[in-house]
Nanobody, 124 residues
Framework: QVELVESGGGLVQAGGSLRLSCVARGATFIRYAMGWFRQAPGKEREFVASIEKNGDSTRYADSVKDRFTISRDNAKNTVLLQMNSLKPEDTAVYSC?????????????????WGQGTQVTVSS
């Protein structure tokens, strides 16, 4: 059973930074592309960023490009999301997800394992 556990969310002022962490347990981490998604109240889940299994390739939503950075440490079964220059519209529950033998899809349906999510709130 694969378990993904996120941490690092919180309340921050606009322009501030947060770093989210996601630890994978019970999985051969190197076989999973990893993604971050977010869901704001009343809105659909949306893609934020993804990273391939070996970390060589990343993908970002246009809304976070140049502000967010995804990275992974396969030795620690961890994927990180560094979020800078945060805006109120970044407020959402952020979830990490694992795509078995994938390439870092932007579609939630391609991910088979999800964390419980961590709340990020950006005040104006």
């Amino acid at each position: 059973q694969v378990e993904l556990v996120e941490s690092g969310g919180g309340l921050v002022q606009a322009g501030g930074s947060l770093r989210l962490s996601c630890v994978a347990r019970g999985a051969t981490f190197i076989r999973y592309a990893m993604g971050w998604f977010r869901q704001a109240p009343g809105k659909e889940r949306e893609f934020v960023a993804s990273i391939e299994k070996n970390g060589d390739s990343t993908r970002y939503a246009d809304s976070v490009k140049d502000r967010f950075t995804i990275s992974r440490d396969n030795a620690k079964n961890t994927v990180l999301l560094q979020m800078n220059s945060l805006k109120p519209e970044d407020t959402a529950v952020y979830s990490c997800a694992g795509e078995f033998e994938g390439s870092g899809s932007s579609r939630p349906i391609d991910y088979g394992f999800w964390g419980q999510g961590t709340q990020v709130t950006v005040s104006s």
